[in-house]
């Protein structure tokens, strides 16, 4: 898929996608974890958690969640207006990564600069600032799926579901919600030493999800967090540190830590193939089998065949659905 300068490409809401893309801006020490529930056990085994991405459904939101901040804080916070189309998932990513204050995270040259360059900007002309960064640009662009056409999207639908990304993170003592769409910051209140921030934002997420139906599955959750190959080579440190590494509940604690350090190396591995995949461009493999099936007379009984249980599909469908109308009626 061709660049052109100053687009912006959908990409998607994975986090193989994601940790890859953060890599990619030469940012080093964190990861992203999909969350599949909202209950405290599943925020535990992920800690330090140094903030959330939550991707929904768009719908019109009069719920007033907390206060826009528009004082001397913003000279603190990292917060840019989205002012284009398609990049508020790289957006909601930055918005944590430039607000996080933790030694684990090495923001590395390009997201530094990028910091430095605009930390006197408004909140307007920093998103503006995102919208030229033509390095950030091109990292993003480069997870776009690869299509086997270009497609003209003047006549798509405009009541089409539309999704976005935020993020949400503590700073100094308050929780943020960070959307590019609104006007700034929105405070949803203050985070006490002895409160764990994630006890705060879950209820606020949990209230989000219940605006959708019953069954839809409109939304989706992500933490940024520490890379997991640091935090269990702390735990195993510890472990020798302390000189109990020859007991058998230290034993089984290590052959437990290795697991894991080998499940999520085999699952970086996974992503990165998977990206790879994501990124080619099959369409000349398929136009040459194509032409191969063609020549070798293959193409048209496959297509016919393709139609036949095509049809057969549908004529199945057709009579459950008549055969539940009957039970139903």
């Not at 100053?6 to 193989?16: A, H, Q, T, V």
């Not at 917060?79 to 990513?93: M, R, Y």
């Not at 036949?308 to 055969?323: D, F, G, T, V």
Request: net charge negative; hydrophobic share 35%.
């Amino acid at each position: 898929m061709s660049e052109s300068a100053g687009n912006w490409c959908l990409i998607e809401s994975d986090p193989g996608v994601f940790t890859e893309l953060i890599r990619e801006f030469g940012c080093e020490g964190v990861q992203v974890e999909e969350l599949w529930s909202l209950d405290a056990e599943s925020f535990a085994n992920l800690e330090p958690v140094h903030g959330l991405i939550f991707l929904f459904k768009w719908v019109e939101d009069n719920d007033q969640r907390g206060s826009v901040v528009k004082d001397s804080r913003l000279n603190k916070i990292f917060f840019a207006k989205q002012v284009i189309s398609n990049a508020c998932a790289t957006q909601a990513i930055l918005s944590i990564l430039l607000n996080s204050n933790h030694p684990d995270i090495k923001l590395g040259s390009t997201l530094t600069d990028f910091k430095e360059f605009c930390s006197s900007f408004d909140p307007y002309n920093k998103g503006l600032t995102l919208s030229n960064a033509s390095e950030i640009r091109k990292v993003h662009n480069s997870f776009a799926r690869q299509t086997l056409f270009e497609l003209d999207t003047s006549n798509i639908n405009k009541d089409e579901d539309v999704f976005h990304f935020i993020g949400y993170i503590p700073i100094d003592g308050h929780l943020y919600e960070l959307d590019g769409l609104k006007e700034g910051p929105i405070d949803l209140g203050p985070v006490t030493p002895s409160q764990n921030w994630l006890d705060i934002v879950r209820p606020i997420i949990e209230k989000r999800m219940e605006k959708y139906s019953e069954g839809e599955v409109l939304f989706n959750l992500m933490a940024l967090v520490s890379d997991r190959q640091l935090i269990y080579q702390r735990e195993l440190d510890k472990i020798k540190n302390s000189g109990a590494e020859g007991a058998d509940d230290s034993q089984s604690e290590i052959i437990r830590i290795k697991s894991l350090m080998e499940y999520d190396i085999a699952k970086k591995k996974r992503y990165k193939i998977e990206n790879i995949r994501r990124k080619h461009n099959y369409l000349p493999f398929i136009v040459e089998l194509l032409k191969m099936l063609g020549e070798q007379g293959q193409l048209m009984p496959l297509y016919e065949k393709a139609k036949q249980r095509a049809l057969e599909r549908r004529q199945q469908n057709s009579k459950q659905q008549n055969k539940m109308a009957v039970d139903e009626s």
